[in-house]
C-alpha cells in the first residue's frame, strides 16, 4: 500500500565543468512509501545524473533534497545507504568468482569478535529469501542467470536496510521470462513499504509497472503523472521522439553471404547447438529467435569466434572460415555486438577513445609501417561518435563516465561505422530510447544495400522489427523459418511449443 513520501527532490540543477553541459535545469521528484516510480527520457536527457546525485555519488550545484521531510546533503554513497537509499547498477558489481553469501556480505560481514558470524548472517538472508526466493547461497555468482545476479544486488541492499531502491535499466539484458520474475519481486517490495525508482527505456513497461512517470527532456522535468492518467503516445510526445516505426527497405536479393552447415556446439555435456544449418543473403536481415537463450546467443559466438564447435563448417563470401580467428573474421567485413556489451565488448577502465578505436587501430590507413596516424584516428572516432550522437565531453575521458544509453551507443557505432558485410548482434536495440532505436532499425535497413545482417534476440517485438524472416530456436535446434508474411507473435509463440498454425 502506498503511504508517505520519502524522498523529495526540488529544483535539483547540475552542471558538468569544463564542458559547461547542463545535464539538469531544475528537476522536481518525489518518491512514495510503497510505489513504483519509472523514470523516463531519451539518452541524455539526466536521468543518470538525477539517480547519482539521490545515491549520493555525485553532488548537485543547488536544489535540496528532503528525506522524511528533512533537508539531507549527500556527500558519498555511504550518506545515502544511512538513509535507507541504494542504487543498483546497470553495470553490475557482483564478484563472480565469489558465492551467493559472500557476495551479499562483501565487505559487510556480521562479526563476533574478529571472525564472520556466518549464522547470524545466514538468518538474516533466510528471512530474506522465504519471501524472495533466492537462489542457494553456496552457489557460485558466474554459474547464475543475469537475472538471479540482479535479485542478489537487490538483496544485498535489502539486508542492510534500503527502503529507497533506484534501479538503474534492470530490465536491459533480461530475457521476457526473466523480466517477469523481477517484476513479481518489485511488487513484493512495494507490498514491504519499499520507494522503488526504475529508470527505464521501455515506455509499455514502464506503464505495466508503475505507479508514476516522470519524463526528464534536456535537463528537465517535462512530465509526472500517475500511469492510469497515461498512455504511450502521451510519453513519447512529452520525451519529444517522433514515431519509431521505420520502413522497410526493399532489396533485390543478392549473393549468399553465410552459410552454416551442421554446426554442433557442447559446453561439457550439455548440447548447446544441435547440427544447425542455414543460409543469409545479401539483403537479408535475419532473426534468431528463441524465448530465453537457446542457441540464438551462442551461434553468434561461434559465428565470430568466441566458441570453437565440435563439428560443422561455416563459409562466408563462399570462404571457410571456420578455423579463422576473431581478427581474421573482423577483416573480412564481419562485426559483432554481444549479449552483456558491458562486460564483454568495453573496457571499463580506459578512454572513449581506446574503447572507439580497438577494431581499426592495426588496419591501414591508420597504421602504416607499425606507425599510428592519431590525427586521422580522431577525426574518424569524433565522426563516428557525432553520427551515432554519442555525447561526450571529451573522447579521452574514460568510458564508464557514460550514461548506459551512451555506452550502449558507443558500441553500435564502433560496429557499424564502418559498414560491414555481415553484423552479428546479440539484442541490438536493449536499453536503447525509442529515438536511437528508430536510428538503429534504419541502418540495418541501410546495410542491406551492401550486407546483411544476423539478430539474435528473446524479444520477439525487436525480432518482428528489424527482421525480413525469423528463425525459430528451440535447446539448440532451428525448429522453423517464419517469413515476413507470418511474422506475427503467437505464431512465433505457437511455433515454439511445437502446435500447429
Not at 42 to 69: H, S, W, Y
Not at 109 to 129: N, T
Not at 290 to 298: E, H, P
Not at 333 to 341: C, E, F, N, S
Request: hydrophobic fraction near 45%.
Amino acid at each position: 500500500m502506498r503511504g508517505k513520501t520519502i524522498v523529495q527532490l526540488l529544483n535539483v540543477q547540475k552542471t558538468f565543468y569544463p564542458s559547461g553541459v547542463k545535464a539538469l535545469k531544475g528537476v522536481n521528484l518525489f518518491l512514495e512509501a510503497g510505489s513504483v516510480h519509472a523514470l523516463l527520457g531519451a539518452n541524455g536527457a539526466g536521468k543518470t545524473t538525477l539517480v547519482r546525485i539521490l545515491a549520493g555519488e555525485i553532488q548537485p550545484d543547488a536544489g535540496e533534497i528532503f528525506v522524511d521531510g528533512r533537508a539531507v546533503n549527500f556527500r558519498t554513497p555511504k550518506d545515502a545507504m544511512r538513509h535507507g537509499i541504494v542504487l543498483v547498477h546497470q553495470n553490475l558489481s557482483l564478484v563472480e568468482e565469489l558465492t551467493v553469501f559472500e557476495n551479499l556480505f562483501l565487505g559487510r560481514e556480521p562479526r563476533r569478535l574478529f571472525f564472520l558470524d556466518r549464522k547470524k548472517a545466514e538468518q538474516r538472508v533466510k528471512d530474506l529469501s522465504e519471501r524472495l526466493f533466492l537462489v542457494a547461497l553456496d552457489r557460485r555468482v558466474v554459474d547464475l542467470s543475469m537475472a538471479e545476479k540482479q535479485k542478489i544486488e537487490i538483496v544485498r541492499a535489502l539486508l542492510f536496510g534500503a527502503r529507497v531502491l533506484l534501479l538503474d535499466e534492470p530490465t536491459a539484458y533480461l530475457s521476457e521470462s526473466e523480466e517477469e520474475r523481477l517484476f513479481e519481486l518489485l511488487a513484493s517490495l512495494k507490498r514491504n513499504g519499499c520507494a522503488i525508482l526504475f529508470i527505464t527505456h521501455d515506455l509499455n513497461q514502464a506503464l505495466k509497472i508503475a505507479d508514476r512517470v516522470t519524463v526528464l527532456r534536456e535537463g528537465e522535468t517535462v512530465l509526472s503523472e500517475e500511469t492510469s492518467h497515461l498512455n504511450v503516445r502521451q510519453v513519447i510526445e512529452a520525451m519529444g521522439f517522433r514515431s519509431s516505426e521505420s520502413p522497410r527497405v526493399d532489396v533485390e536479393i543478392g549473393e549468399e553471404l553465410l552459410k552454416v552447415s551442421d554446426i554442433t556446439l557442447r559446453s561439457g555435456k550439455r548440447l548447446v547447438l544441435d547440427r544447425v544449418s542455414l543460409s543469409v543473403r545479401q539483403g537479408e536481415n535475419v532473426g534468431l529467435f528463441g524465448l530465453g537463450n537457446d542457441g540464438q546467443f551462442d551461434l553468434l559466438e561461434v559465428l565470430i569466434g568466441l566458441k570453437k564447435p565440435v563439428s560443422g563448417r561455416i563459409f562466408f563470401q563462399a570462404r571457410d572460415i571456420t578455423r579463422l580467428s576473431i581478427r581474421e573474421r573482423r577483416r573480412l567485413g564481419i562485426a559483432y555486438v554481444p549479449k552483456d556489451r558491458l562486460r564483454e565488448a568495453l573496457n571499463l577502465e580506459g578512454s572513449i577513445l581506446e574503447n572507439a578505436m580497438v577494431n581499426v587501430y592495426r588496419e591501414i590507413p591508420f597504421a602504416k609501417f607499425g606507425l599510428l596516424n592519431w590525427a586521422l584516428l580522431q577525426d574518424y572516432i569524433h565522426g563516428m561518435l557525432k553520427e551515432f550522437q554519442v555525447e561526450t565531453n571529451s573522447i579521452m575521458q574514460p568510458v564508464k563516465t557514460l550514461s548506459g544509453g551512451n555506452l550502449q551507443r558507443l558500441i553500435l557505432a564502433r560496429e557499424l561505422f564502418r559498414g560491414p558485410k555481415l553484423f552479428l548482434a546479440c539484442r541490438p536495440t536493449s536499453g536503447l530510447d525509442a529515438q536511437v532505436q528508430h536510428y538503429i532499425a534504419e541502418r540495418l535497413q541501410q546495410l542491406k544495400s551492401w550486407g546483411c545482417a544476423l539478430i539474435a534476440t528473446n524479444d520477439a517485438e525487436e525480432a518482428f522489427g528489424l527482421c525480413d524472416k525469423v528463425l525459430i530456436f528451440s535447446k539448440g535446434r532451428l525448429k522453423r523459418t517464419l517469413y515476413k508474411e507470418q511474422l506475427t507473435e503467437p505464431s512465433v509463440l505457437v511455433s515454439l511449443v511445437g502446435e500447429q498454425t
